[in-house]
T-cell receptor, first 113, second 114 residues
Framework: EAGVTQFPSHSVIEKGQTVTLRCDPISGHDNLYWYRRVMGKEIKFLLHFVKESKQDESGMPNNRFLAERTGGTYSTLKVQPAELEDSGVYFC???????????FGPGTRLTVL | DQQVKQNSPSLSVQEGRISILNCDYTNSMFDYFLWYKKYPAEGPTFLISISSIKDKNEDGRFTVFLNKSAKHLSLHIVPSQPGDSAVYFCAANPFAGNNRKLIWGLGTSLAVNP
């Protein structure tokens, strides 16, 4: 069974540009989470989807970040316009409904210059 | 303000000995705790978990202990192997229905020396 996949693995963009990160969860997992780890800090929750609905987006930093999960399958996280402080590793995770164990993708390393 | 704290950034042990990784938390509402292991350039991998109604959970070489009164948990690895060298994260689930967002510690880098 394929695990959680994320694309791209790395992205280097300039301040003010737009970047879209993609996450493909494990098939059948209703729960999809986005997390971010900024260098030197802990991994922080961004938001949670249950199928295509946003269950909790309390961790989204500001309105420059937009997450979608159309059709309840893959998810995208768009940053527009990107700022220097958005640099970090963005992880996606998925889990079965009601299950505590989350399976993580390898992450996307975003560098904003 | 960090709710999950791993106060030791690194730990070094000899192969075959016990590794003990510690984690403290501040929120008494946390009801589930998980340990994840992470290698460089990979995502965290689930290792072992414990519910707040238990004080111990064991899985092979890995045991997690929970002391609710002290708001402290620890991960024991016995015997330690060189392949266990990785960063270990402690994470907690707030009690929030189906939303199982994780609150993370900063991690402890474990080095197991042959």
């Amino acid at each position: 069974e394929a695990g959680v996949t994320q694309f791209p693995s790395h992205s280097v963009i300039e301040k003010g540009q737009t970047v879209t990160l993609r996450c493909d969860p494990i098939s059948g997992h209703d729960n999809l989470y986005w997390y971010r780890r900024v260098m030197g800090k802990e991994i922080k929750f961004l938001l949670h989807f249950v199928k295509e609905s946003k269950q909790d987006e309390s961790g989204m930093p500001n309105n420059r970040f937009l997450a979608e999960r159309t059709g309840g399958t893959y998810s995208t996280l768009k940053v527009q316009p990107a700022e220097l402080e958005d640099s970090g590793v963005y992880f996606c995770a998925s889990s079965l409904r009601g299950n505590n164990e989350q399976f993580f993708g390898p992450g996307t390393r975003l560098t904003v210059l | 303000d960090q709710q999950v704290k791993q106060n030791s950034p690194s730990l070094s042990v000899q192969e075959g000995r016990i590794s003990i990784l510690n984690c403290d938390y501040t929120n008494s509402m946390f009801d589930y705790f998980l340990w994840y292991k992470k290698y460089p350039a990979e995502g965290p991998t689930f290792l072992i978990s414990i519910s707040s109604i238990k004080d111990k959970n064991e899985d092979g070489r890995f045991t997690v202990f929970l002391n609710k009164s002290a708001k402290h948990l620890s991960l024991h690895i016995v015997p330690s192997q060189p392949g266990d060298s990785a960063v270990y994260f402690c994470a907690a689930n707030p009690f929030a229905g189906n939303n199982r967002k994780l609150i993370w510690g900063l991690g402890t880098s474990l080095a197991v020396n042959p």
